[in-house]
């Protein structure tokens, strides 16, 4: 432990704690070689353009050494140190209705190959790698639970510094029911969010609308609804410009309550807009959404679970990073709130359900690797007329994108609605791409002049 102390933001003296294990490697500040990345493939899309560099989230930041300090966010959901792993799974694959599983990442951490420490020294170069790469105001969301999450602050306290935290914000990810119910101790439902920034790192947390007891509710001379709380932390200057606004109330006995604006949903109950604060609580997990957001990845998180991230800590067009991707819910979120997603992930299995997701959701997205990463070859059939060509796998496979190439290289004309044959639109195409749930791919190139 290090005597240097230094002032908390409460202005208490703090003295840096460091984490010790067997073997640690890690140093803060290493230094990651510089690398180019090989251009693959563009992904037609419309909006702000998405980036995917494929391979190790240690690699991929070596591509990115030239932008260090432009990133406005970095969200990770890395492995949890939960001792599994993780698949996707092929109902009736083998065409006699065995479901076939394929591996999409590790998460073991064997005692014999160093255990937690192991883990560790594996994710904190590639935190700290993400931390230089941060503006100045710049924040870091590091998504784990119960297993690592305590070791992880103080691992990202001597990343950033003690005055780096912000926040620990828990997600509520499960209702809690079955085997957790049941465990005699309480469930474990809750992920954990660590949020750490740089100096000048600010978070906008976003409204949210929570129900008012009709009870709590009052009414102004304007009719206008409102319900009160007492003055709190508010400072007498605060107070004043609140008065002007017509928001303070005094009682009888000379006691100051700020009014809050109520609205009445068209139920008759009564809603009021907080700030989201660190309990969220909202957010139902992906098992509980549509059909159309879920791509069959293991380990998806929530869409509105990273929009909430990024209204937060970024700005429109700002530059957000995820080298951990899995099926891509960052870049998905970023295209829809208008940043530029980077993202990054290992697995071909991850890049194959993020590749057909960008089809699906119409994100642009250009893709190139920082290392080479083995695309197994896919075993399909082609048929094609002179405006379509139909892909086919032989019976219990899957397909989970098709596309057309055009005579400028970028993919279009896709078809991501999951089956055994998918037939796509092929005027003006110089190749028709195929891929499977697996990462198998494969590359037809078409013929100048097709049969009729
Ligand atoms: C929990 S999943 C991410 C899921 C993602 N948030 C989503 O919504 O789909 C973790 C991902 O990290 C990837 N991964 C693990 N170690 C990695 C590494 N060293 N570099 C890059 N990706 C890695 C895995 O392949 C996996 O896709």
């Not at 202005?11 to 500040?29: C, E, K, M, Y």
């Not at 697995?347 to 960008?358: D, T």
């Amino acid at each position: 432990m290090s005597a240097r102390k230094t002032r908390d933001r409460e202005g208490g003296a703090r003295t840096p704690v460091t984490l010790q294990w067997a073997g640690r490697t890690f140093r803060p500040g290493a230094t990651i070689a510089a690398r180019e990345a090989e251009p693959l493939e563009i992904v037609r899309g419309s909006g702000v353009a998405q980036r995917l560099i494929e391979g190790d989230a240690l690699a991929v930041l070596g591509t990115l050494a030239a932008e260090a300090g432009t990133f406005e966010l970095a969200y990770v959901d890395p492995p949890y140190a939960s001792g599994a792993d993780y698949h996707v799974a092929e109902a009736a694959a083998d065409g006699r209705g065995q479901t076939r599983r394929t591996k999409a990442y590790e998460d073991t951490w064997r005692e014999g190959d160093g255990g937690i420490g192991a883990y560790l020294d594996h994710l904190a170069p590639r935190l700290d790698g993400m931390a230089r790469l941060l503006a100045k105001n710049g924040t870091l969301w590091v998504h784990v639970d119960w297993r690592a999450n305590y070791l992880l602050r103080v691992i990202l306290d001597e990343i950033f510094g003690p005055r780096g935290f912000r926040n620990e914000i828990i997600w509520k990810r499960a209702p809690n029911l079955g085997r957790q119910a049941k465990s005699g101790q309480f469930g474990r439902t809750l992920d954990t969010i660590l949020v750490y920034g740089h100096a000048d790192a600010r978070l906008v947390p976003p409204l949210r609308r929570e129900p008012i007891a009709a009870s709590h509710v009052r009414f102004d001379e304007e009719g206008q609804a409102f319900t009160t709380a007492p003055r709190g932390d508010y400072t007498d200057a605060s107070i004043a410009r609140l008065a002007e606004e017509g928001r303070i109330l005094r009682s009888p006995s000379g006691r100051v309550y700020v009014k809050y604006f109520v609205a009445e949903g068209p139920d008759g109950t009564y809603v009021r807009e907080r700030p989201v604060d660190a309990l969220w609580n909202d957010i139902a997990p992906l098992r509980h959404r549509g059909r159309a957001e879920k791509t069959g990845y293991p380990t998806q998180k929530p869409r509105e679970l990273l929009e909430r991230v990024l209204l937060a800590g970024s700005t429109p067009g700002g530059k957000v990073l995820d080298l951990f991707s899995g099926s891509g819910t960052t870049l998905a979120a970023a295209h829809a709130l208008g940043r530029a997603g980077t993202g990054g992930d290992r697995s071909i299995v991850a890049l194959a359900h993020l590749r057909a997701r960008a089809a699906r959701e119409g994100f642009p997205l250009t893709i190139s690797a920082a290392e080479p990463i083995a695309r197994p070859a896919l075993a399909a059939t082609l048929r094609t007329t002179k405006t379509s060509a139909t892909v086919s796998v032989p019976s219990g496979g899957r397909l989970l994108l098709a596309a057309a190439r055009n005579r400028q290289g970028e993919l279009g004309n896709f078809v991501t609605e999951p089956s055994e044959s998918m037939r796509v639109s092929t005027r003006s195409a110089t190749a028709v791409l195929a891929l499977d749930e697996h990462g198998a791919c494969v590359e037809f190139p078409l013929p100048a002049t097709r049969p009729t």
